[in-house]
């Protein structure tokens, strides 16, 4: 059983708009926050987004604010990434990860792939 499942990604041209979903099994998904991370090819690995267990607190790379937007559904075990006026600078494999502190295990997706080009 695979923690994570990130879904998704695809093709877009510049200015469109996708919506990136990580589905959780396994763990007690309401019990973590979870983030967005993305590594374009040759660069290392980036926080895009975060989001606390309730959904009420979330963060941001400069990079995507005002264009992309975190949340999550405890009830369904789900986070989202709504990402709109994509630039082709949003290239890159996109993963989520759960996170609990120190003591917890970690969880990461195993990626889905975002190419933005005409």
């Known amino acids: 059983q695979v923690p994570l499942v990130e879904s998704g990604g695809g093709l877009v041209q510049p200015g469109g708009s996708l919506r990136l979903s990580c589905a959780a099994s396994?763990?007690?998904?309401?019990?973590?926050?979870m983030s967005w991370y993305r590594q374009a090819p040759g660069k290392e690995r980036e926080l895009v987004a975060s989001?606390?267990?309730?959904?009420?607190?979330?963060n941001y790379a400069d990079s995507v604010k005002g264009r992309f937007t975190i949340s999550r559904d405890n009830a369904k075990n789900t986070v989202y990434l709504q990402m709109n006026s994509l630039k082709p600078e949003d290239t890159a494999v996109y993963y989520c990860?759960?996170?609990?502190?120190?003591?917890?295990?970690?969880?990461w997706g195993q990626g889905t792939q975002v190419t933005v080009s005409s």
């Open positions: 396994g763990f007690t998904f309401s019990s973590y926050a």
């Open positions: 989001i606390n267990v309730l959904g009420g607190s979330t």
């Open positions: 990860k759960a996170d609990r502190g120190r003591i917890y295990r970690t969880y």
